[in-house]
């Protein structure tokens, strides 16, 4: 009988799994990579998809075929109800997956601090359907706000709150704010679309706290010179439907986006296992699960021992996915397993819209221009495949050269009383 | 008291309704265009979002940026209720819009025979959200069958039925089994994409009858190249949600697309005017419907006195608006009204796939590698925008030379056990 090679199950489609299968091409085992989604997301540049810059075709690209010529590696599309330690078996829908070493890497969701409810009035952005959710939302304010009938309910169709000053909220506020002042600017005909309202707001002292603080002034001058009211120190205490209440104070607004907190998948109790405050499962050194050494948790999902602040970027999960890769590869082999796992801090980036970014890699900050142009070519550079790279290029060519936005597209009409 | 302007109230923003309100950019009225789609969406391409080549952002754009140039010119995203025609005003959700002419160009939808209830198993394809309904559906039978446990199962799912014969039947047939052929080749580890049968309909003697017999069997021909079994003379009795039922046995099959009938939308209703049985308005030679000269019907909408054969396509919908445009403007001025409307049929093409389309323009009849050229440089040239011209042309070209499709995407995933 010939024997059977290792079975190694990865969970989970995005950097980590995608960097954990690959790594694992050449080794002499089955991958078998699951998930939810048929796709896998760029999320660095979903908040483009949600202000109509980019289709989502143009971030998002089927899992298996990124993996179609790693003759190893099967691909599923379906969903995981359940991992048994015991039997080493995930099940995902009606499929039984046997493991013999098994990578959890799903991500993060929204966190609302306790309050799930308010998921329903202020979306987050995580997935394709979160962006081309907020994008109907963002569009169909301005036309009800073109319907409407009293100024008030103008004034609350055309404000924007968007909540939390990280990475995410600083590039939609940007965005939004460049919708409404430019590519629609004389689009309308009873609204003055140069006239809505952005606010950010952020619990914190400051927006953009991974940064240096010469680097978040200067995010908040360009924010403001965009037209974004930029509120620090602020923390929400309630989001409904017809606007957001501040510790002191209201504001109406018909969109809210929510980007303010995440919370780790459910793989802790998939796994019974220990976990910090955000649901990350804690792991040791060589980010296995105490008690369970040929069970790896990366990502988002992970809270690696002694390295608490390791941030949730796309950089850290695939450092974390071929590190578990050349682990399982070494450990099938018989040769010594790696030294314990290391963060490798890289910097930091984001744009805050047309021709400004700010950018710190090590000793090196850059903002404005050459900023915009970093954050640009590092971002071309790490989509997948050729022909994106060159659609994304042309398009934020043509964008930039036009001042327009091409995927204005409102899909899912709700009903005129729905968000 | 400075004298109001003339109204003139446009409903729908397909090809009729945009060309009837840029023929009038230059008459001394108000045009008013309201639609309950933001966006015009160009028809002819739709079935290349629906098998995953573009992105609906490549074949849609925004109605008020068609015509944010177009000073004379408000576009509303509202949808019609109801027409007064005593005291000419059209109710649009909460808006009231008086007119002075009205121009009714809403298009056609699906038509079941009866059968409405086939509508939920069989999809058909006229607005964007279908594209990508039929999108998810054909990416997910694939997806289903990898995980399938049964093989009848498996067969059930590989096999896609298209019901109807004319251009929009044959060219989703031909570009699903390219889809399983080529794009999907070398993806899937359990099943083999190659083998998915892939079946058209029609109970018309001959598929795309709209052509001479040398061009239908061309067709027939290139279709059962590509691996397209195709069914002439045969009727469909019944479609549920695991096959189709024919005159002489059944076809096993999940995914079914309806391609076969269509039916005007219910201006006519709105209106109480006479209607055809197809439920198109009844209207004189310069498209006013009779007994109301202010109210002109354009379009798949439009079944012109004498002109009974006019086809469902856009140029048949541009030169009516353009001919109600004219009419109005003269109308205005106190000019003379243009002679009654005469349609010139400029010709017909199709596409079968790669490298084969038909085309027949007068004596001019093509096929193969020379009739695809000429219907993609047709189509490129119609699109709207150079940047589309652009994005779409390099996608094809990108596409032909890999083989690949790049908007395969599966969004909205349903439950395991639905459609």
């Known amino acids: 009988m010939p024997q059977q090679r290792p079975k190694v199950v990865i969970i989970g489609g995005g950097f980590g799994g995608i960097d954990a ?22 999320q660095p540049l979903l908040y483009q998809v949600a ?23 099967t691909v599923l599309m379906a969903e995981v109800r359940g991992i048994d330690t015991e039997k080493r078996v995930v099940q995902a829908d009606s499929v039984t997956l046997p493991y013999d070493y098994l990578v959890v890497a799903t991500g993060a969701m929204h966190s609302y601090f306790g309050h799930g409810e308010w998921a329903e009035v202020a979306p987050g952005l995580k997935r394709i359907e979160d962006a081309t959710r907020i994008r109907r939302r963002i569009l169909i304010a301005f036309e009800r706000a073109e319907l409407a009938a009293g100024e008030s309910e103008r004034r609350r169709l055309l404000t924007f709150v968007i909540v939390g000053g990280g990475a995410t909220g600083v590039e939609m506020a940007g965005a939004i704010a460049e919708v409404a002042r430019q590519s629609l600017a004389i689009d309308f005909r009873h609204i003055d679309p140069k006239t809505a309202r952005i606010v950010l707001v952020e619990a914190g002292p400051r927006v953009m706290p991974a940064f240096p603080q010469k680097l978040s002034d200067y995010v908040v001058r360009t ?52 976990r910090d405050r955000a649901g990350r499962v804690k792991v040791g050194p060589d980010l296995s699960v105490p008690g ?30 071929r590190y578990v890769g050349r682990l399982i590869a070494a450990r099938v082999a018989g040769r010594p397993a790696p030294p314990p796992f290391h963060y490798r801090h890289l910097g930091d980036l984001a744009t805050v819209g047309r021709q400004a970014a700010v950018v710190k890699l ?3 900050e850059l903002t404005g221009f050459i900023g915009w142009v970093f954050w640009s070519v590092v971002h071309i550079y790490f989509l997948i495949g050729v022909r994106d790279r060159f659609i994304v290029a042309f398009t934020w060519f043509w964008d930039y050269v036009t001042f327009q936005r091409g995927a204005r597209l409102i899909t899912q009409v709700p009903p005129p009383d729905q968000p």
């Open 21 to 42: 299968a690959k790594t694992l091409a050449r080794a002499p085992v089955d991958v078998i990579l699951v998930d939810k989604q048929n796709h896998h997301c760029f």
């Open 51 to 73: 202000t109509a810059a980019l289709s989502p075709a143009d971030v998002a690209w089927p899992i298996r075929h990124i993996l179609r010529k790693q003759e190893n590696a």
């Open 223 to 274: 924010l403001t010179k965009k037209g974004v009211e930029v509120m620090t120190a602020t923390r929400v205490v309630r989001c409904d439907a017809h606007g957001v209440d501040l510790e002191h104070g209201r504001i109406d607004a018909a969109t809210i986006i929510w980007a303010a907190g995440v919370m780790a998948s459910p793989a802790a109790s998939w796994l019974n296992a220990g």
């Open 292 to 321: 369970h050494p040929q069970v790896f948790v990366i990502g988002d999902t992970a809270d690696v021992v002694d390295q608490p602040h390791i941030p949730g970027i796309a950089p850290a999960a695939k450092q974390m996915g």
């Open 362 to 364: 090590g000793w090196l």
